[in-house]
């Protein structure tokens, strides 16, 4: 049988999630072609013949995408099963039940992917049953990820220093997360669980990817030092097997201070910067987010970093309804006086807060009082903050973030516009710090992290 995997965005990375589901199906004799519409059009051929079109719900943005083009791929098989996994699978039950006969898998998917692939291939009539949505933390053994018929690495986000472009590639080295950060889309899926992947099966996917021209690895584990020690293995093997390669990877404040006896060696096994995920520096709105570390936590470890030479790449949530003109302009100047703004993406500047179903937010007490309906066409739970000079603000810093973007402004640049547009949101004669330019360029991805948002006008286009 003809199998059809597609995914509509990845955060600009080659999809992990495509090739693991390849490798499983293809062990099956699975006629499997793969699509990425991030960087390629339909298949529409692939999408006629195919008896399973799988495809991917990384995320809220892909999520939006993929409701974008169902129409036309059902219009193009109106018989086929489609089965949509990933994170957003299950939360988005309500919307994708319109495109049966099909099914919603999230977390542990490949095993659960197999067996319906293996009962419709088989013939078996109750696999084509009109919907079903489960959330899967079966155990299985991993496979290798088959990066076959996926489009080169070259098309994808680069890693940047200054005018330097490195190849980048992906692969995790583990599954889930041991937290239950409130507004996060890991937790209503892995409620808490965690898994390693086996050594040689991350090893062996960097070596396809070295093999396809990667110069630097992105490790996008929810948080990589969920499991320390198998951390600490991943990148000592990456280090001795492929010396070159540098690399990236995610882990949260609360483990970058408890584990600070083992930032020496991410450094000196090539970890180029550490994606972090502040999302705030109020304490209050912290202890909302359940996020597990306070605003001196983030000093700290912004401090320790620094001390190490580690390159820290922190990421917010920078709207919340909770979020006042001067908790906002507080984050501005944190963040100045940390010398982190060549560090911080811009857009990182203007994330609002996404509720999806499933969120633990939805009925967190602090939430319930701006909490409003459910918009099925926004995928996710309307909220107004009580200021509406905050929500104008949020705008005009969006429109700075993409502005600057567009005309390849500095991220010192851009701050300075947003510092600005906040200092005049207060009311306040405030000019933008004279800010310490950092010695050596700030390694970051060229597209930057964020998982949160609304698909772009350039996303659209593509599809
Ligand atoms: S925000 Fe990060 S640490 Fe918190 S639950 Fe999600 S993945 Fe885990």
Redesign the pocket.
């Known amino acids: 049988m003809k199998v059809l995997l597609l995914s509509t965005y990845d955060l600009g990375h080659q999809p992990f999630a495509l090739a693991s589901l390849a490798a499983w199906l293809r062990a099956e004799d699975a006629d499997v072609s793969c699509c990425d519409q991030a960087v390629d059009m339909l298949d529409e051929s692939a999408a006629k013949d195919a008896g399973l079109i799988c495809i991917h719900l990384a995320m809220h943005t892909a999520t939006r995408l993929a409701l974008e083009i169902l129409p036309r791929l059902r219009q193009l098989n109106p018989a086929a099963h489609i089965c949509f996994f990933g994170l957003y699978a299950a939360a988005n039950e309500a919307a994708l039940a319109g495109f049966a006969p099909a099914s919603a898998i999230a977390g542990e998917f490949e095993a659960e992917i197999t067996k319906l692939y293996q009962r419709l291939a088989g013939g078996d009539q109750s696999a084509e049953q009109d919907y079903s949505a489960i959330i899967s933390k079966d155990k299985f053994k991993f496979r290798q990820p088959d990066r076959s018929g996926l489009p080169p690495l070259d098309g994808y986000a680069h890693l940047k220093i200054g005018d330097e472009k490195r190849i980048a590639g992906y692969t995790e080295a583990s599954r889930g997360?041991?937290?239950?950060?409130s507004?996060?889309?890991?937790?209503p899926v892995y409620g808490g669980w965690f898994r390693p992947i086996p050594l040689e099966v991350v090893m062996g996917d960097i070596g396809t990817q070295v093999g396809n021209g990667a110069q630097h690895i992105t490790f996008g584990d929810?948080?990589f030092f969920?499991g320390p020690a198998h951390a600490e293995r991943v990148v000592m093997a990456l280090k001795d097997t492929y010396p070159d390669i540098s690399y990236d990877v995610?882990i949260?404040v609360e483990h970058l201070l408890k584990q600070k006896r083992r930032l020496k060696l991410l450094k000196d096994t090539g970890c180029l910067f550490v994606t972090t995920?502040v999302e705030a520096a109020d304490d209050r709105i912290l202890d909302i987010l359940a996020?597990?570390h306070t605003r001196a936590d983030f000093i700290e470890a912004s401090v320790l970093a620094g001390e190490i030479g580690l390159t820290l790449s922190p990421t917010f949530v920078a709207f919340t309804p909770w979020t006042t003109l001067e908790i906002y302009f507080d984050l501005l100047r944190l963040i100045a006086e940390l010398g982190l703004v060549e560090q911080v993406a811009p857009v990182q500047l203007a994330i609002r807060l996404l509720v999806p179903d499933g969120s633990l937010l939805k009925r967190h007490p602090e939430m319930l009082p701006y909490l409003g309906a459910f918009s099925p066409e926004r995928l996710s739970y309307q909220w107004q903050n009580p200021d509406n000079q905050v929500e104008k603000l949020q705008m005009r810093v969006q429109a700075l973030a993409e502005l600057g973007e567009d005309q390849n402004k500095s991220r010192s640049e851009i701050f300075s516009d947003i510092w600005q547009a906040a200092a005049d949101a207060l009311g306040i004669a405030s000019l933008p710090p004279a800010l310490t330019l950092p010695q050596s360029p700030v390694p970051c991805m060229s597209e930057p992290w964020y998982c949160c948002a609304e698909p772009t006008e350039a996303q659209r286009a593509r599809l």
């Open positions: 997360c041991k937290h239950l950060c507004h996060c889309p890991v937790v929810p948080d969920n995610t949260k995920a996020k597990g």
